[in-house]
T-cell receptor, first 115, second 116 residues
Framework: DAGVTQTPRHEVAEKGQTIILKCEPV?????LFWYRQTKIQGLELLSY????????DGGAFKDRFKAEMLNSSFSTLKIQPTEPKDSAVYLC?????????????FGSGTRLTVL | GDSVTQTEGLVTLTEGLPVMLNCTYQ???????LFWYVQHLNESPRLLLK?????KRTEHQGFHATLHKSSSSFHLQKSSAQLSDSALYYC??????????????FGKGTKLSVKS
């Protein structure tokens, strides 16, 4: 089975641009998460979907970050407009939640640099 | 809210010495799930250990941890560090509260550097 696939691997944007990051979860997984990873804050939850429904949209990240899940096998994270402080690695993860302590499977991430 | 606190920053060890990375958590829920994820350079995080049973040791790949609800702790240990253990380690908390048990709250991470 393919793992979590994220594209692009690297993205460079000018301040004020709109960027869209893409994620394909593991086939059959019903939970999908977007995390932002920085050295200072570690892993911060941006959005969480269960069976394509948005369950959590990350509080402080709401104003310029929007995640969507158009179907069970594809999700996007839009950042609009980008700011230099958005420079980070964006990780997508999926899980098959059977109601126990289930494992998150992470993609390789998209490294975003905002100039 | 729920939170996880880890040994902060960088831990540097000499190969062969024991490893202990601290993790404590705060939650109002009585049955949390605790995890350790490891991330090697240029890789994505992957699960190392998980537990939801109080006072039971869980082991994997030479690492072990025991969930102690009395002290809200889940410290990661290894008896003898190897060069290949150099990585970023995250402790994480999941709540058995009716939502997704894969929705994790992560600590800020501990970077372990093992030197020869």
């Amino acid at each position: 089975d393919a793992g979590v696939t994220q594209t692009p691997r690297h993205e460079v944007a000018e301040k004020g641009q709109t960027i869209i990051l893409k994620c394909e979860p593991v086939s059959g997984h019903n939970d999908l998460f977007w995390y932002r990873q920085t050295k200072i804050q570690g892993l911060e939850l941006l959005s969480y979907f269960r069976s394509k429904s948005l369950m959590e949209d990350g509080g402080a990240f709401k104003d310029r970050f929007k995640a969507e899940m158009l179907n069970s096998s594809f999700s996007t994270l839009k950042i609009q407009p980008t700011e230099p402080k958005d420079s980070a690695v964006y990780l997508c993860a999926s899980s098959l939640d059977w109601g126990n302590a289930e494992t998150l499977y992470f993609g390789s991430g998209t490294r975003l640099t905002v100039l | 809210g729920d939170s996880v606190t880890q040994t902060e920053g960088l831990v540097t060890l000499t190969e062969g010495l024991p490893v202990m990375l601290n993790c404590t958590y705060q939650t109002i829920y009585s049955n949390p799930f605790l995890f350790w994820y490891v991330q090697h350079l240029n890789e994505s995080p992957r699960l190392l250990l998980k537990s939801f049973t109080d006072n039971k040791r869980t082991e994997h790949q030479g690492f072990h941890a025991t969930l102690h609800k009395s002290s809200s702790s889940f410290h990661l240990q290894k008896s003898s560090a190897q060069l290949s253990d150099s990585a970023l380690y995250y402790c994480a908390l999941s709540l058995n509260s009716g939502g997704s048990n894969a929705k994790l709250t992560f600590g800020k991470g501990t970077k372990l550097s093992v030197k020869s």
